[in-house]
């Protein structure tokens, strides 16, 4: 197998052309976490007398349907009707249920068919698959081998992990399945009183108080004065 770098492109570039036929993993419900994107681009034969009429199934460990039907780009057919290479699988389990997964099943199978009566023709192995994350996506050719242990050609392949949205754990496998959304703060305004004004408020009532207050000292000391004179007429 000679694997490849290839740069990572948006997924928004690559669109989907295959249905698939599962989530991930098979029969397990829950929240939808991420996508796996898988695409198969291309078949190189390398025999005289390669095959015609032929597709690729991915069929996942533990998944009772007949599987995901890719139609590679055959790189000796000029004229190709039908090419569909890339199907997003919806995960459905949090990192470190879904690298557990990737490492129980081993290595990813691929089968290549023939179109009419789905007769197996080759087979490649996708290695290292529990290896898959985002900072580590897979792909390369990988050599497809006859049922008899013959080489046939190989197929490229790449799988990319896809989160949902930009929030994302790289410190993860996979992507969090309790991604923290810092929700924003509602701040209550708080209304200060305001201290009132010397010349406006307690200026007029310092005023106002001592104009009203000044009477009743007079009425006071007349009385005062008017009993002083009354104890002295008695004496």
Same mark, same amino acid.
């Given at each position: ?16 052309? +295959? ?14 976490? #991420?996508?796996?994107?898988? @695409?198969?681009?291309?078949? =190189?034969?390398?025999v ?6 032929? %597709? @690729? ?8 349907? /007949?599987?995901?039907?890719? %139609?590679?780009? /055959? $790189? =000796? ?5 039908a090419?569909? @290479?890339?199907?997003?699988f919806?995960?459905?389990c949090?990192?470190?249920? %879904?690298?557990s997964y990737?490492? /129980? ?16 023709i *080759?087979? *490649? ?5 529990? #290896?898959?994350s ?30 949902l949205?930009?929030?994302y /754990? ?10 923290a ?5 509602? +701040? ?32 006071? $000391? ?8 009354? #104890?002295?007429?008695?004496?």
């Amino acid at each position: 197998m000679k694997s490849r770098k290839h740069r990572a492109v948006k997924a928004a570039s690559i669109p989907s052309d +295959v249905s698939p036929s599962t989530s991930l993993p098979p029969l397990v419900e829950g929240q939808l976490r #991420c996508f796996l994107r898988v @695409t198969i681009s291309r078949v =190189l034969w390398t025999v005289h007398k390669p095959p015609s009429g032929t %597709f @690729t199934r991915l069929r996942w460990w533990g998944e009772s349907s /007949d599987g995901t039907h890719f %139609f590679p780009r /055959d $790189g =000796l057919q000029l004229s190709q009707k039908a090419i569909k @290479t890339t199907a997003r699988f919806p995960i459905r389990c949090g990192p470190k249920q %879904f690298t557990s997964y990737l490492t /129980d099943m081993g290595c990813l199978v691929l089968e290549v068919l023939t179109k009419p009566d789905h007769l197996p023709i *080759a087979r *490649a192995q996708v290695a290292g698959i529990s #290896c898959l994350s985002l900072s580590h996506p897979i792909s390369g050719f990988y050599t497809l081998v006859s049922p008899t242990s013959e080489k046939l050609g190989e197929l490229q392949v790449s799988l990319n992990l896809e989160p949902l949205t930009e929030a994302y /754990d790289s410190s993860s496998s996979g992507p969090t399945t309790d991604i923290a959304v810092e929700r924003p703060k509602v +701040v209550t305004p708080t209304v200060l009183s305001q201290p009132r004004s010397l010349s406006d408020g307690s200026g007029k009532e310092s005023v106002g108080s001592s104009s009203k207050n000044t009477p009743r000292f007079v009425v006071v $000391g007349v009385m005062a004065l008017l009993f002083i004179i009354h #104890c002295l007429c008695l004496v």
